[in-house]
């Protein structure tokens, strides 16, 4: 089994390049199966969410070549299957969103429910409801959901909590159904805007994107397009709380610093130095930091998806800070595993409280999910003395090169197989 062997306590410095947006690549790639023709789509992060996805679609017909690691050439012309496999879909969260590209390609589609990060339950209610709301019958059995589409058209759909794959998904739906569609209480993520620029680029009529209320003009048919991918927030997020938690000064390059106002804004509330620049945000940790709260939340509040990555900064840091987790209903489990490297976190309901200060230790760790092991490799990068970290699979879904990138930034990390 493979593992990290990282040698902590030594500051990052230099820069690093970060990638394509996961959680924008596994939207826009499904999102290509309702285009008549060919689409390149550029800046796709080298990970393995993407290659699943990528399998999934070739296993429903598409025709899929990668012309380098970070480029993906998809036609969906001879797509001839509506039926996703459910042993690959099962391996990822986001294969839901071949649901709402197989509505939107076929009028019908059977897709097993989600695989994924396990914090809690993960309901896909809100998924359903927009396609029933668009003219769909659900019919769930214990293997596919299986959704007829035959009456599809543009509906009105007033989500009962905001959800990124819900919207995302009546989006996917609602492009080539007939008539008007009106999504309220949208999710507002930029990956959710990416997608509707992608598919705007291809002829969509989607206006809205980024607010509450995003309204759909269905069209005909898609055209092909080449498309680049933002870069990732929660990529560059995470490397920021890595350079702070050892002290160090890092310039993270090729970012849009808008995605990550919510999130410099907390370091800076830390003590951190930020300097930003067009594409880029240098972060310097020079001085004493404080304690603070952060409270996740929807888009444009602070992540969830750096929640365990900040728990771990904030264990390096004197004095009492606090986590509540707003978005997912349990998202503390892997703090049981953190505590190994001597993090003092309690958590009573959606709160954790960090008594940050003590020297961290090094341990033997398991990633128990994509950002738990990036918190996890963040607390060994600020403890003295070599930890190990296992189950890597997990931050190969989400973290491209990551070997590589810490490396360049100083790291002392090696890769072994046990
Ligand atoms: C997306 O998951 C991301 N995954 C998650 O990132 C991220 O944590 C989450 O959005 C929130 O930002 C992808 O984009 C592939 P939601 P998603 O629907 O769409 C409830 C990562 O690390 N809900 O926005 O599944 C749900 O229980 C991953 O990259 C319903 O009740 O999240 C949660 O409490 C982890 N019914 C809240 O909404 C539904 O039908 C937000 O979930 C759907 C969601």
């Not at 930890?387 to 002392?412: C, T, W």
Request: glycine share 8%; proline share 4%; aromatic share 6%.
């Amino acid at each position: 089994m493979d593992k990290f062997l990282i040698n902590g306590g030594k500051a990052l410095n230099g820069e690093v390049h970060i990638s394509g947006a996961k959680n924008a690549a596994v939207a826009i790639l499904p999102a290509a199966l309702l285009v008549n023709g060919k689409c390149v789509i550029e800046n796709v992060p080298d990970i393995s969410d993407v290659d699943s996805i990528i399998k999934m679609m070739v296993s429903l017909g598409a025709d899929i070549k990668k012309t380098d690691c970070n480029t993906v050439v998809i036609d969906a012309t001879s797509l001839n299957e509506w039926r996703a496999e459910p042993e690959l879909a099962l391996k990822m969260r986001a294969s839901y969103y071949l649901m709402g590209a197989l509505i939107g390609r076929f009028h019908k589609a059977s897709v097993p429910p989600p695989g994924g990060c396990n914090f809690g339950t993960r309901p896909i209610d809100q998924h359903l409801k927009s396609f029933e709301c668009l003219g769909c019958t659900i019919k769930c059995d214990d293997t596919f959901v299986n959704i007829d589409a035959s009456l599809l058209s543009g509906g009105n759909v007033y989500f009962d909590v905001v959800s990124v794959g819900a919207t995302i998904n009546a989006i996917l739906a609602s492009v080539l159904a007939p008539g008007k569609t009106v999504l309220e209480n949208c999710a507002k993520e930029p990956h959710v805007v990416d997608l509707a620029n992608f598919l705007n680029s291809a002829g969509a009529k989607i206006v809205g994107a980024g607010t509450d209320v995003i309204k759909i003009h269905g069209v005909e048919k898609l055209n092909g397009v080449t498309y680049s991918i933002i870069p990732d927030q929660i990529e560059a997020g995470t490397y920021m709380a890595a350079a702070i938690a050892t002290r160090g000064n890092v310039l993270i390059k090729n970012i849009i610093p808008k995605h990550l106002d919510c999130i410099t804004s907390k370091f800076i509330e830390m003590g951190v130095s930020v300097e930003e620049y067009d594409e880029e945000i240098r972060v310097i940790a020079d001085k004493p930091l404080k304690s603070i709260r952060i409270k996740t939340l929807p888009y444009p509040g602070f992540p969830t998806d750096l929640q365990p990555q900040m728990v771990a900064l904030l264990s390096t840091i004197n004095g009492k800070s606090t986590v509540t987790e707003g978005v997912w209903e349990s998202r503390f489990q892997y703090i049981e595993e953190l505590e190994k490297t001597g993090v003092r976190v309690s958590v009573d309901g959606n709160v954790a409280t960090i008594e940050g200060g003590v020297p961290l230790k090094p341990a033997s760790l398991r990633a128990t999910d994509l950002r738990a092991g990036a918190s996890m490799i963040i607390a060994a990068l600020a403890s003295e003395g070599t930890s190990e970290i296992y189950e890597l699979r997990h931050i190969d879904r989400g973290y491209e090169h990551i070997l590589d990138k810490l490396r360049g930034l100083g790291a002392d990390i090696q890769r072994r197989d046990d």
